[in-house]
DNA sequence: CTCTCCCTT
């Protein structure tokens, strides 16, 4: 407390499990900082910040109104409040209104070193704004980082954020100590190996619970189910494993997993055989193969160090290992090869072995099967829990003694340039690896077995994954930043700023959006030479701040405020929602046939809501649509959770999308008067018209999202049509794309399409892997709208005087005309479509026209039999010469006068603007009727 | 003829 008191920030390092989180805002409130404002704590994720104030309001004994949490959706925070948990988002949004914070005494960041976006954000923030409440004087702000020891030097090392380098206090941890064990080789198959050294630890090792760390929902399941046929469930009183299983279907079970272990042992012996064969019959046939991941073709192992593992425990004079006949100098690769009679000792021997209670793990398993790993296994049983990098922060498992580690996970990367997304399994980092592994020392000292071995570790696992900041878009990030006043985001004092490209990229794409405008500045040079430089920054529009008014992504900020006509705002909330949570329709058909009757039914189900006509071309989004209308159809009879399960729609999505359209429409109705909109579970379907302007609005948030079917005369080599038939192109890529097969457009194949997500995976096609891009969440749009609705991704080529000559529309206050235009580097062509012409001189030229002809000002219109050059006579080519066109359009220019409203703009400053120009058109007799005219707006 | 780690306003 004494070092808090005395320094603005103060970095605490600690392990998770040290009881800072719940300690540190305790002292700071029994040291006052209660007394003098709010003590905030935030956290990157909701779970957190809902039991870290429960618990702490416990531990403290003080009511929830004291100490209180906030985040997206809900809260209890009140008057009285003193230590409030928030999710970091939340803090950051707080901050948009009350820039210096000035609420808080003091503001924790907790777990920094996971550096989440918004972590990393608020730290730059803070940094400045601690000094600028210390700058005030009377009510200074302390700012505590909280992050795991080893990550603390990425802010203490960093001279922007912090001018001195804050104290860092060391907490220990209470931690059990974990042996780690690393393998001698790092094999690729590491499902194969995660499977066998959980065999080994289970047969083997003392009880305690087992911890398999995986990379994906599929390799979860797949060795959840291996495990369960190798060593099946007992009944518990609350049911057997999956819950259902009846007593016969689990003698079923041990009936095949006597195949299994057969196939298992058989496995190698075949391979054995296959292999010699191949070397005697066919010597040159020896290509390399990928290794393919295939859990059906288990052998048992080779030499590793579990020997050594066993040998240790050994000296731990532990009996079970007697008790199985298998002590530690036995070599069961002896044991399993040497006949029958060791075969089926091998089989017996497992059998003979206490039950194993094998649970899945990861983020998309609903919330109630999540719970079971919190419950204890029944009585006898050794509690396995496969899981994803869930249990790596987010969830921990009770009483884990063993981690198994691939030392692998999924991650998601961006294409900076192209926006096509992948997934990819690579290394985890150092310190990843020392977390999962620290998972087994929380109730005791623990063992982690690492399939990998210590050079790999070493030599190819980073120290840290990298920042959030430098793997996403930052999209959303730059347009609030801007909207804080924060116009140059390459010089925030970011802990880690975010590359150059991925910025650039960023502001591109609002630009396209329509967010941010290019301002140019001319700065004239110090030295009095005057010399000037011109300086081009950008900046939020109004559009831009309506759009980040929104918590969600811009491109939807962007639908929403232009939703504002046809009553469509009902649906575009719903759509918005329904397009920003992630994963509410299960996948259908693609795994095994265990779930195709099901799958099926979902699928015929998904074909009728999609329906025909304008309800079909708006594609996948409108199954969304369907799909929430149905499900708070059935929420309204009763019967939500029933309705999910038969339509395979993700119960957790459906009540995220609610809540979003709650807080959307509280937004609509905050930001525009006379709105009193309701969230209405029997929202009536779109009409026709409706579904039109919801394709033309989606297509207005994915600018860079449109593709354009392939067409079959632009395929030039014949070997390709067969490849290339249904491929797509985007307007920046070569490569080909293909719409997912998720897709309810998928056979329609329409012309021109918008999507919500392209990405790149390895298909199988034979024995090898190719990689191919596809698109989801598909929308027809029409060719004619690009021009109209996206300008800015289309190449105008040419104003067309036909079908109809450019004309100037008063209600809208611009210049209308059809145009020829293309869209994409290689110039696809585009028909003619009706647009606001673009500002550029040719739209001074058409101004001016119609400034002359008195259609834009009418009390011009006596001037314009006297005119020495006709309105006309502007667009030609000679006009440059003629000295009164050419002085005309220079200043229009100049003053970027492209209608009506900038003339009025500027007469407001100058009510002499244009009139010194508007009379070299009049002879002089005219000039001073003229004057007395002036300005002849309304 | 086919994907998906984890989070957040």
């Given at each position: 407390m004494e070092t808090i008191s005395e320094n603005q920030i103060t970095i605490l390092a600690g392990e998770t499990g040290s009881g800072k989180t719940t300690q540190i805002p305790q002292f700071l409130y029994e040291a006052g900082y209660g007394e003098r404002g709010l003590i905030g704590i935030t956290e990157p994720r909701r779970v957190a910040a809902i039991s870290m104030s429960k618990r702490v309001a416990h531990e403290m004994n003080l009511p929830t109104d004291v100490v209180s949490y906030l985040i997206r959706y809900e809260g209890n925070v009140t008057d009285r409040t003193k230590i409030k948990f928030m999710t970091d988002g939340v803090l950051l949004k707080e901050i948009e209104v009350d820039?210096?914070?000035?609420?808080?005494s003091c503001v924790i960041l907790d777990e920094a070193h996971e550096r989440s976006v918004y972590t990393d954000i608020l730290m730059g923030l803070l940094s400045r704004i601690v000094r600028l409440r210390a700058k005030r004087g009377t009510n200074s702000l302390r700012l505590i980082i909280m992050s795991a020891?080893?990550?603390?030097c990425d802010f203490t090392e960093n001279r922007k954020l912090f001018l001195d380098t804050p104290p860092v206090i060391n907490i220990d941890s209470r931690q059990y100590p974990v042996t780690v064990h690393f393998s001698k080789t790092t094999p690729a198959d590491y499902l194969r190996e995660a499977f066998l050294k959980t065999v080994k630890i289970h047969t083997r090792l003392p009880e305690g619970g087992i911890l398999i760390f995986l990379t994906g929902q599929k390799e979860v399941n797949t060795m959840v189910r291996k495990l369960r046929k190798l060593f099946p469930p007992v009944s518990s009183t609350d049911g057997t494993a999956d819950g259902k299983r009846t007593p016969d279907a689990a003698a079923d079970d041990r009936a095949e997993e006597d195949e299994e272990f057969d196939n298992i042992l058989r496995g190698k012996k075949a391979r054995k055989k296959a292999s010699s064969t191949k070397k005697r019959k066919n010597p040159s046939l020896t290509i390399p193969r990928l290794p393919q991941i295939d859990l059906d073709a288990y052998e048992l192992p080779h030499a590793d160090d579990t020997e050594a593992d066993l040998h240790e425990d050994d000296h731990s004079s532990d009996s079970e290992l007697d008790e199985d006949g298998l002590d530690g100098g036995d070599d069961e690769a002896n044991l399993l090869d040497g006949g029958d009679l060791a075969e089926d000792l091998g089989i017996s021997q497992l059998k003979r072995n206490q039950p194993l209670w094998v649970l899945p793990l990861y983020s998309m398993l609903p919330p109630d099967k999540q719970q079971r790993i919190f419950k204890p296994p029944p009585e006898g049983s050794r509690l396995c829990v496969v899981a994803?990098?869930?249990?790596?922060?987010?969830l921990t498992i009770p009483d884990i003694k063993y981690v198994v580690d691939s030392g692998r996970q999924k991650t998601k990367l961006y294409d900076k340039t192209t926006g096509v997304t992948a997934f990819v399994v690579t290394f985890t980092s150092k310190a990843s690896a020392n977390q999962r592994a620290g998972r087994a020392g929380r109730v005791a000292p623990g063992h982690c077995y690492r399939l990998y071995s210590s050079a790999v570790f070493n030599d190819e696992f980073v120290d840290f994954a990298p920042p959030e900041v430098q793997q996403k878009p930052v999209d959303g990030l730059v347009l609030q930043m801007k909207c804080m006043g924060i116009d140059k985001v390459v010089n925030f004092p970011f802990p880690s700023p975010p590359d150059r490209e991925q910025l650039v990229g960023a502001e591109q794409r609002l630009l396209q959006l329509e967010a941010l405008e290019e301002i140019t500045t001319r700065t004239t040079l110090k030295g009095g030479t005057g010399e000037s430089r011109t300086q081009t920054i950008t900046r939020v529009t109004e559009l831009g701040r309506t759009m980040a008014a929104f918590p969600v992504a811009p491109r939807f900020g962007k639908i929403l405020a232009l939703s504002?006509?046809?009553?469509l705002l009902p649906y575009a909330i719903c759509l918005v929602a329904a397009l920003s949570v992630q994963e509410v329709l299960e996948e259908v058909g693609l795994t095994e046939e265990d779930t195709s009757e099901s799958s099926k039914l979902w699928r015929q189900k998904r074909k009728a809501w999609a329906g025909t006509g304008e309800s079909l071309l708006l594609g996948d989004p409108m199954i969304l649509l369907k799909a929430v209308g149905a499900a708070e159809h059935a929420n309204s009879k009763g019967n939500l959770e029933a309705f999910c399960t038969e339509n395979g729609i993700r119960l957790k999505a459906i009540k995220e999308i609610r809540k979003l359209r709650v807080q959307l429409t509280n937004e609509v109705n905050a930001n525009l008067r006379d709105m009193s909109l309701t969230v209405d579970p029997d929202m009536p379907p779109p009409t026709v018209t409706q579904m039109r302007l919801l394709r033309q609005l989606l297509l207005i948030g994915m600018t860079d999202r449109i593709a354009r079917k392939l067409p079959e005369s632009e395929i030039k080599v014949k070997a390709d049509v067969r490849r290339l038939r249904h491929a797509y192109n985007l307007p920046m890529i070569d490569e080909p794309v293909f719409l997912h097969a998720g897709s309810v457009l998928r056979k329609e194949l329409p012309e021109w399409v918008c999507f919500q997500e392209a990405f790149e995976t390895t298909v199988s096609i034979g024995e090898v892997g190719e990689s191919k891009t596809f698109i989801r969440g598909i929308t027809a749009i029409e060719p004619e709208w690009l021009p109209k609705f996206v300008p800015n991704v289309c190449n105008i080529v040419d104003v067309l005087e036909e079908p109809q000559p450019p004309t100037y529309n008063a209600t809208n206050d611009t210049i209308e005309c059809y145009v020829k235009a293309t869209i994409g580097k290689t110039s696809w062509p585009l028909p003619a479509a009706l647009v606001e012409m673009p500002r550029n001189m040719q739209r001074c030229k058409y101004l001016l026209k119609f400034f002359l002809s008195g259609?834009?000002?009418?009390?011009?219109k006596p001037f314009r039999k006297s005119?020495?050059?006709?309105?006309?006579?502007?667009?030609?080519?000679?006009?440059?010469?003629?000295p009164r066109i050419d002085a005309a359009l220079k200043v229009l220019l100049a003053n970027e006068v492209y209608n009506a409203a900038r003339f009025s703009e500027l007469w407001n400053v100058d009510s002499k603007f244009f009139l010194q120009e508007y009379r070299e058109f009049l002879p002089v007799s005219c000039h001073d009727d003229v004057a007395r005219w002036w300005p002849p707006k309304k």
């Open positions: 820039f210096l914070l000035s609420k808080y020891t080893l990550r603390v994803t990098n869930v249990a790596e922060t987010s504002h006509q046809h009553a259609s834009i000002f009418k009390k011009l005119l020495l050059s006709s309105p006309d006579s502007v667009l030609k080519q000679y006009s440059a010469s003629v």
